[in-house]
Nanobody
Framework: VQLQACGGGLVQAGEFLRLSCTASGIIFGRSAMNWYRQSSGKQRELVASINLGGGTTYADSVKGRFTISRDNAKNTVYLQMNSLKPEDTAVYLC???????????????WGQGTLVTVSS
C-alpha cells in the first residue's frame, strides 16, 4: 500500500493550500481516510476524517477552515485548508484504514507526509 501526499508549501497567514493524498494497493472506496498533522514537540493530531459514506469530522482547531473530501474514482483524498494560521504549521500525513483485498482484514496505512509552513 502506498499513500502519496503532496500540496504542502510555505504560505502567509490567511492564505490557503490544498493537500492531496493518492492511494494505491488498497480498496480505496472501502477505506476511511484521515489527515493527521505533527509539529515539533507536539503529539500527532487528528485533523480531519472522512468515512466510506462521505461523512466528515474535524478537530475543533480547524472547524470552519478546513474541508476534507474524497474522489473514489481517483483514489484520492483532499484537504482544503483556508485561512491558515501559523499554528497550522506541521507535517501533514494521510492515513487510510482499509483492506488490500475484499475479504482481508482492515489495517492502518500511513503516507510520508507533506510539510505546511505558515508564516505570520
Amino acid at each position: 500500500v502506498q499513500l502519496q501526499a503532496c500540496g504542502g508549501g510555505l504560505v502567509q497567514a490567511g492564505e490557503f493550500l490544498r493537500l492531496s493524498c493518492t492511494a494505491s494497493g488498497i480498496i480505496f472506496g472501502r477505506s476511511a481516510m484521515n489527515w493527521y498533522r505533527q509539529s515539533s514537540g507536539k503529539q500527532r493530531e487528528l485533523v480531519a476524517s472522512i468515512n466510506l459514506g462521505g461523512g466528515t469530522t474535524y478537530a475543533d482547531s480547524v472547524k470552519g477552515r478546513f474541508t476534507i473530501s474524497r474522489d473514489n474514482a481517483k483514489n484520492t483524498v483532499y484537504l482544503q485548508m483556508n485561512s491558515l494560521k501559523p499554528e497550522d504549521t506541521a507535517v501533514y500525513l494521510c492515513k487510510a484504514r482499509g483492506r488490500t483485498w475484499l475479504m482481508g482484514p482492515d489495517g492502518d496505512y500511513w503516507g510520508q507526509g507533506t510539510l505546511v509552513t505558515v508564516s505570520s
